[in-house]
């Protein structure tokens, strides 16, 4: 990968000309997104059990540095409803300096991944995970509305899942009908606005409305400012937490889900933008900007953030074209604090729970949930272990089950596919059909095998999950032959479990005073063994590309005669140079062919 991959978009957007039309187009687009993330700061801050004012600090300082380093030309950062459970379970647990120790790692950790060019494999989160820890979360978020969007009379909130549905039944009786009706109508403004028109957020209508509604009518329904007094319209001030050295152990795991979150949202942020642009982004850039973004993000007041999926469209349909409009953005939210931030404090609770409550469907994606489903059952058990671990346990324990489930599984798929027998004697080894035979010009029916010589095939991949059905096949021949061929002409790569079991049948074969000879070896396995030792071992004579010159070598050890028209061989691998030039002293096989 080049160094170019490592250059924030801005500087390749300058580099390449930046017109006034597009200034203006990113300015409006800018200023929409900016309106449309304050109400969504100031909700995702309260859920997470900060101020609601640090939503705002984290809007504006993390979408600033975002934009500017961003490996995409329109990704939106901010706070997100992803990190809204992790969060209030850190500062339930450590509180706020917690919050920063641990978002701090999580930052640097990004950014140690960005350089390390890692933004490609976290890409590979399998989908039935990513799925299962997102519908989890948005349901602990809709859950945790319940009591400001039904005005319930509670002092407090239980963190547990199934400890809050007990609270809530517990308190059914305290429902008050002003908070409920303007949080009904919030969710409906905000689903139904859009058939109006698409260029005023709904959330920022329901705000209006209901805000007046509860001033003009003097409604009894919670406020920001009688839950949280006034909200600061000042500007964000540095602070360094205060670091407890006996807690940053215990925030390791926590700050790995965070940088594991940042990372997986904003790539896929990312890869979202580039399939309605047409563009093509840098994730090891993205993943380095989200980095920096959180490690300035907590010592300016802030919480994690994030690539926005939801705000990331909304720029590009608003026409946003670089990370102008991401930059504007971020001022707009400033410019807002510090005008209008006291004015804030009027917003009913109940109507931030219905917002919350639509980000929480829309988060869900509930559709792809039920489609999946109806999958294969692994890939569905991967699912719901997943959306489970993360609504009863903990979504640090479900993203690490669900990845290492998911490689199991993978893992097993994988052996399964593998098949490895005697194809001299067909056992344990899918006997080819006639159909087979005439398209494979290498098929073992081709050749002429001489008495006290056995050929065993490896079909597939290689690695410590076929590694025990390769020995035990192995043991299934009765007589042990004179000089046993491995065939390997369809495994492309080999692990160090897949070396070691070799090494095993090259020592049973030594003992039994066989010969080991190896044929169609890729060049992966080769490179392999070569470092391994293992050609050392069993005789680079013994190494041939394909198992017509490793049925030669066989007769000249068990002095069977060689046929008098030997077979026309098709390659059946390919020994490119990069690979020879790594060998030299393979190629030096007398055996191998040139």
Do not use: C
Not at 70 to 86: D, E, H, L, M, N
Not at 254 to 264: F, Q
């Amino acid at each position: 990968m080049s160094h170019e991959k490592l250059k924030p978009k801005i500087i390749t957007v300058f580099k390449q000309g930046y017109s006034s039309p597009v200034f203006f187009k990113d300015l409006t687009a800018g200023i929409i997104v900016g309106i449309v993330a304050l109400p969504l700061a100031i909700a995702f801050a309260i859920a997470s059990g900060v101020k609601p004012e640090q939503g705002l600090y984290t809007a504006i300082v993390a979408g600033l540095l975002i934009s500017l380093l961003s490996g995409s030309r329109v990704q939106i950062g901010g706070p997100t409803g992803a990190f809204i459970v992790i969060i209030y379970g850190i500062v339930q647990k450590f509180g706020y300096d917690g919050l920063v120790i641990a978002t701090i790692m999580a930052g640097v950790l990004l950014v140690v991944m960005g350089f390390a060019k890692l933004g490609a494999v976290i890409k590979y989160i399998p989908y039935p995970v990513t799925v299962g820890f997102t519908a989890g979360i948005a349901l602990i978020i809709a859950v945790g509305q319940v009591r400001d969007l039904l005005g319930l009379t509670m002092e407090k909130v239980p963190a547990e899942f199934i400890e809050k549905i007990v609270a809530y039944s517990e308190h059914a009786g305290s429902i008050a009908p002003a908070a409920a009706v303007i949080g009904i109508a919030t969710i409906a403004i905000v689903f139904l606005w859009p058939r109006v028109t698409q260029r005023v957020p709904g959330s920022l209508v329901a705000i209006i409305l209901t805000t007046a509604a509860v001033q003009l009518l003097d409604l009894p329904v919670e406020t920001i400012g009688s839950r949280f007094g006034s909200v600061s319209g000042s500007l964000p001030s540095f602070r360094l937490p205060q670091v407890d050295w006996r807690t940053v152990s215990s925030l390791v795991s926590p700050a790995i889900t965070i940088a594991l979150l940042a990372g997986i949202e904003s790539l896929l942020s990312a890869v979202v933008a580039d399939g309605m642009t047409g563009r093509k982004h840098r994730s090891n850039m993205e993943l380095i900007a989200q980095g920096v973004a959180n490690i300035a993000s907590p010592l300016f007041g802030g919480i994690p953030a994030t690539g926005a999926i939801a705000r990331t469209a909304t720029n590009i349909k608003n026409g946003g074209q670089t990370p102008i409009a991401g930059i504007v953005h971020a001022i707009v939210l400033l410019l807002i604090m510090l005008f209008f931030g006291k004015w804030a404090a009027l917003i009913p609770m109940a109507t931030l729970a219905g917002i919350l409550v639509v980000v929480a469907y829309n988060m869900s994606e509930l559709h792809h949930f039920v489609k999946l489903l109806k999958s294969p059952k692994m890939d569905i058990a991967v699912l719901l272990v997943t959306f489970f671990l993360t609504v009863l346990v903990d979504l640090t324990v479900a993203i690490q089950a669900g990845v290492v489930l998911a490689a199991l599984l993978f893992m097993k798929r994988m052996s399964d596919v593998t098949q490895v027998g005697y194809i001299t004697s067909m056992v344990g080894f899918e006997e080819e059909d006639e159909e087979d035979q005439k398209a494979d010009p290498n098929s073992i029916n081709k050749f002429s095998v001489p008495d006290g010589v056995e050929v065993f095939e490896v079909n597939g991949p290689f690695f410590f999950g076929a590694a025990e059905r390769f020995k035990h096949t192995l043991n299934l021949i009765v007589k042990k032959p004179k000089v046993l061929i491995l065939r390997t002409r369809t495994v492309l790569a080999m692990d160090a479990t897949a070396l070691h079991a070799l090494e095993e049948v090259y020592s049973m074969t030594k003992r039994e005073g066989s010969v080991l000879i190896l044929a169609g070896i890729h060049a992966q396995p080769m490179i392999a063994m070569d470092k391994a030792g293992f050609l050392d071992i069993v005789g680079v004579e013994n190494v041939f590309e394909n198992l017509g010159d490793a049925l030669k070598r066989a007769r000249a050890i068990v002095g069977a005669p060689q046929p008098e028209q030997p077979s026309a061989i098709v390659p059946e691998v390919d020994w490119d140079r990069a690979s020879e030039k790594k060998m030299r002293r393979v190629t030096d096989n007398p055996g191998r062919p040139s």
